[in-house]
């Protein structure tokens, strides 16, 4: 399993946007902090993983490190499922069809740590099995 590290604070997918005015009507932009993590992600990807666009079901372990425990594990991880898309390691996010993650403090390295498999192959996935 490709094994990675991105450091860095990974920014919440509900404080990421702002409204702006474009032709006189309101709409939604990317932050600068999201911007520049975005950048950081790319450019912390593995050469080898970079633009790979995995097309299969993949499964996925990410440990979130964060400097307190006030951050939300599930806005970060929408975050860090578009990096991996923007990035061109897997060719849409939709293809993520399991997800484990953890969340940790560490004040001094804030950082993900990215875990990535081959899932079953999509005709075994019953998406029709409801828990």
């Not at 079901?57 to 975050?79: C, F, G, H």
Request: some cysteine; aromatic content about 6%; proline content about 4%.
């Amino acid at each position: 399993m490709p094994v990675f590290t991105v450091t860095g604070t990974v920014p919440s997918k509900s404080n990421c946007y702002k409204i702006i005015t474009i032709c006189g009507h309101g709409s939604l932009a990317k932050t600068t902090a999201m911007k520049n993590y975005e950048k950081s992600f790319f450019l912390q990807v593995p050469a080898s993983l970079r633009s790979k666009n995995i097309s299969s079901p993949i499964k996925m372990t990410v440990a979130l490190y964060w400097e307190s425990s006030r951050q939300d594990l599930d806005n970060s991880l929408k975050v860090v499922c578009d990096c991996l898309q923007k990035s061109g390691v897997i060719k849409n996010d939709n293809l993520i069809y399991e997800i484990h993650a953890t969340k940790h403090k560490d004040t001094m390295n804030p950082r993900i740590e990215i875990g990535i498999e081959e899932a079953m192959q999509e005709d075994e996935i019953d998406e029709t099995k409801v828990f």
